[in-house]
């Protein structure tokens, strides 16, 4: 398969673009939910419009009324909201949740996507359980209880915790904290009684919960997959969901470069625009190559796992480090660039620093992955 | 010699023993741990309180000052030994100002006998808050090109323009300001001029900042009448009319200094170390954090070096762009790491467990270490032709 998109794609492409450039914008969207304290972080209205667009079920099977498109499909998609900024349950819902929602029985599906495909309601994840990523240490207990099960525990960063009507949380059935084996995976609605959701405003002005379950009852028929079976789907959804937050990343950096790349060519100092400097243009080339670089590879590594190819794995987490490498620079050099125009609230350069640093750290950052690479690559 | 000064290291330590408050020993965790004097300053606690008079009161908020003039009159050895005596115990800054780091300074290099009595005696005193009014919208890193213009009326100037990027300008009592005097000359037609910001014709508007703060203004004189005298000996300008670049440039590697040590270079203690979660950090996060250390534990060397060098008039005169630069870049990285060991609990803005975003708003703050008094571009610039001599504009 060529690593350039096809005309489909390019299609596809073509009117992400023009969608979230119009009605994704920073100052309509990002900028107005923030000014507003918004306890959602994104608006409700945006994402009935993702419906009709045909973004939140692009993942989801035909047969249950999605557009069974990929990961490339879905990176391309996720590409222009982080140019744009746009906040919104995509990657939480329509990403990771729907990865694992493949996995689950008829009765589930039926019960939760036609709601993700309409755009009406939004999903989360519940992994990690410490401010690190650390998906192989799930804490959380669910014990056996009737025909049900009853869950005990804490996560943390949880994205919209407190808004998603279903949340995928990953729980130990058997065994202790660290083992691979005795996780199961559940799809737990919004108002179960002993959920607990404390939410947190972030940087980039989304919000996360650190959620607590207080015995909280669960039926039998809320398990994805197998009882004690969850890992690997977990290992699916994780590296979906990272190869989707690597294109986010990617867009973010595409995003700040532009402006930067603009800026250079607008301000004037010294009789001169700022961009005839070549201490600034061999700069602006480089990050233009980094970036260029760690798109090539999300595209790869959405490709990969479209095929299910048994690298997938890995390149996940090169393209997951490669684009934090990139995207951090990308906006460090935004921001350093702009002088002291940069460091305004005023300026949107600012608001890429902050979106690019909660990207980072969600399902690991740079240096986890890298520790990963190693692993995966056996040394 | 040598036993003079252990003798005066056992005084300071007895005294800093007796009068820095346990609290006044805790690490500063946001801008009001510190107090910046001035007209309208409030204590934060009564120790504050305590600790800045008790330094006033016995020169040290300004140790190396003459007496005269509201220091303590220390010898350079004398002062160094103060301030590691003050970083043994952890104690925080008496009072920090733009007097202390910037205009004081220039005042004690270019000043005459009357402004040195009054202006600094208030800086020393914490009695008047300054500001810097230096860039314009139109003027950043090419500085010499601002326009504020101050007309010449005979015993008084009217300045008008607008400043920008006035760091506490909504806060401050008094500006050093640059107006341009002479629009023939570039160079030699800029005065450095000292007034007042209750004067008619000043107003600032603050502009907030990406930490979600609001420190710093942008500054408009409209008809500003500014007098050229405030008393005998006390003109309104430092150095000579048109000749305030010089002044400048001598108040900007003061800057540089300053800034290059709040960065990664006065901290003795490790980054690993300070992290709370070492146990947990991911090896490569670790490694990384070890590099950094590598770098920040060097460079707080040669920033004991420069000041060693400094005292003794060696070294060449344009370091302290290397050090504004070197340390104000590991202080970036140094930010990017406690984000990374904090994981998403550093990500949080409000919240009471993270301080009100504590972590991240710092993070943030510190990308502008590389831009205020001077980028990291100019200060390379400086480097390269300046020390390295290399050739072109
Ligand atoms: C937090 C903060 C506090 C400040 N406080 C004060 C204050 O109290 N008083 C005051 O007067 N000013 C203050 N400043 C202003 C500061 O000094 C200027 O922002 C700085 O000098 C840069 O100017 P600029 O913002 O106009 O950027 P510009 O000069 O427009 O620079 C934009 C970019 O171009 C680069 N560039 C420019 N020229 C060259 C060149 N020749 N070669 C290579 N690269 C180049 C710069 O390095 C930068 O990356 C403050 C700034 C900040 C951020």
Redesign the interface.
């Known amino acids: 398969m060529p690593l350039y998109h096809d005309d489909d794609q390019a299609m596809l492409a073509d009117s992400a673009s023009q969608f979230m450039r119009e009605e994704g914008a920073i100052n309509k969207q990002l900028r107005h939910w923030r000014d507003r304290d918004c306890k959602d972080g994104f608006g409700h209205g945006l994402w009935e419009q993702f419906g009709e667009m045909g973004f939140t079920g692009m993942l989801v099977d035909e047969d249950d009324g999605g557009l069974g498109m990929g990961h490339v499909e879905a990176a391309i998609v996720l590409e222009e909201i982080g140019r744009n900024l746009t906040p919104s349950p995509f990657l939480a819902s329509s990403v990771l949740a729907a990865t694992a929602l493949k996995h689950g029985s008829e009765d589930l599906r039926s019960r939760w996507l036609p709601g993700l495909i309409e755009g009406k309601s939004v999903f989360t994840v519940a992994i990690d359980e410490g401010p690190k990523h650390n998906p192989q240490r799930i804490g959380c207990k669910a014990e056996k209880s009737g025909n049900g099960f009853k869950l005990n525990g804490k996560k943390a960063f949880v994205l919209h915790g407190a808004s998603a009507d279903m949340m995928v949380v990953a729980a130990r059935t058997s065994g202790s904290d660290d083992d691979t084996d005795g996780v199961t995976l559940f799809a737990v609605p919004k108002d179960t009684s002993g959920i607990e959701h404390d939410a947190r405003r972030l940087v980039d002005s989304s919000m996360a919960t650190h959620t607590s379950f207080d015995d909280v009852e669960l039926d039998g028929d809320a398990v994805i997959g197998e009882v004690d079976g969850g890992r690997e789907i977990l290992n699916a959804m994780l590296d979906a969901g990272r190869v989707g937050a690597a294109a986010e990343g990617v867009g973010v950096a595409r995003g700040a470069m532009d402006m930067t790349v603009d800026y250079l060519k607008q301000r004037k100092q010294f009789g001169k625009t700022i961009g005839e400097f070549q201490a600034l243009q061999h700069r602006a080339a480089h990050l233009y190559a980094e970036v260029e670089i760690a798109r090539a590879v999300t595209i790869k590594a959405a490709q990969l796992l479209d095929g299910g190819s048994e690298k997938a794995e890995l390149m996940a987490s090169v393209a997951k480090a490669k684009v934090a490498k990139a995207a951090g620079l990308a906006v460090r050099e935004g921001v350093q660039m702009h002088g002291g125009i940069g460091m305004t609230d005023e300026y949107d350069i600012g608001l890429y620093m902050k979106r690019d640093r909660a990207l980072q750290e969600f399902l690991g950052d740079q240096y986890y992955h890298a520790e990963r690479v190693a692993q995966l690559s056996g040394y | 010699m040598a036993d003079d000064l252990e003798q005066f290291r056992s005084e300071v330590r007895s005294w800093l023993e007796a009068n820095c408050p346990e609290e006044m020993r805790q690490p500063v965790r946001d801008e009001r741990d510190v107090y910046w004097g001035g007209r309208n300053a409030s204590f934060k606690s009564d120790a504050q309180k305590q600790w800045f008079e008790a330094c006033r009161d016995k020169g040290y908020t300004v140790p190396e000052w003459p007496k005269e003039y509201g220091g303590a009159g220390l010898s350079p050895a004398e002062g160094k030994i103060f301030r590691q005596e003050m970083a043994a115990i952890n104690a925080r800054p008496p009072l920090s100002s733009f007097g202390i780091w910037m205009l004081g300074p220039a005042l004690l290099h270019f000043g005459t006998e009357g402004q040195k009595q009054r202006f600094l005696n208030e800086i020393a005193r914490g009695e008047i808050r300054w500001c810097q009014g230096y860039?314009e919208p139109?003027?950043?890193?090419?500085l010499v090109?601002m326009q504020t213009y101050g007309e010449d009326k005979g015993d008084h100037w009217i300045v008008n323009g607008q400043k920008?990027?006035t760091s506490y300008a909504d806060e401050a009592d008094w500006i050093f300001c640059l107006v341009r005097t002479d629009k023939e000359n570039k160079y030699q037609g800029i005065t450095f001029m000292l007034f007042d910001m209750e004067n008619q014709g000043v107003s600032t508007k603050p502009?907030?900042?990406?930490s979600?703060n609001s420190p710093f203004c942008e500054t408009f004189m409209d008809d500003v009448k500014v007098p050229k005298s405030y008393g005998e000996d006390i003109p309104a300008y430092v150095g000579e009319v048109n000749r305030g670049w010089d002044v400048a440039k001598y108040l900007l590697g003061h800057e540089r200094e300053m800034i290059s040590a709040t960065g990664g270079g006065d901290r003795a203690s490790s980054l690993g170390s300070v992290t709370s979660?070492q146990g947990?950090l991911?090896?490569?996060?670790r490694a990384?954090m070890a590099m950094f250390d590598v770098d920040a534990l060097s460079f707080t060397a040669m920033s004991e070096k420069f000041m060693d060098e400094l005292k003794a008039n060696k070294g060449h005169p344009a370091q302290p762009n290397m050090l504004k630069y070197a340390g104000t870049e590991l202080n970036?990285r140094r930010h990017?790491l406690l984000?990374?060991a904090?994981?998403?609990?550093?990500?949080?803005?409000?919240?009471e467990e993270?301080g009100g975003?504590k972590t991240?708003r710092s993070?943030?703050r510190t990308?502008?270490n590389?831009?205020?008094g001077g980028?990291?571009?100019v200060m390379?610039?400086v480097i390269s032709k300046r020390i390295l001599e290399l050739p072109g504009g």
């Open positions: 860039s139109g003027s950043g890193s090419d090109s920008i990027w502009i907030l900042l990406i979600g979660r947990e991911d090896p490569v996060l990384e970036k990017e984000m990374a904090g994981g998403s609990a550093a990500l949080e803005w409000d919240s993270s975003g991240a993070w943030l990308k502008a590389s831009i205020e980028t990291s571009e390379l610039n």
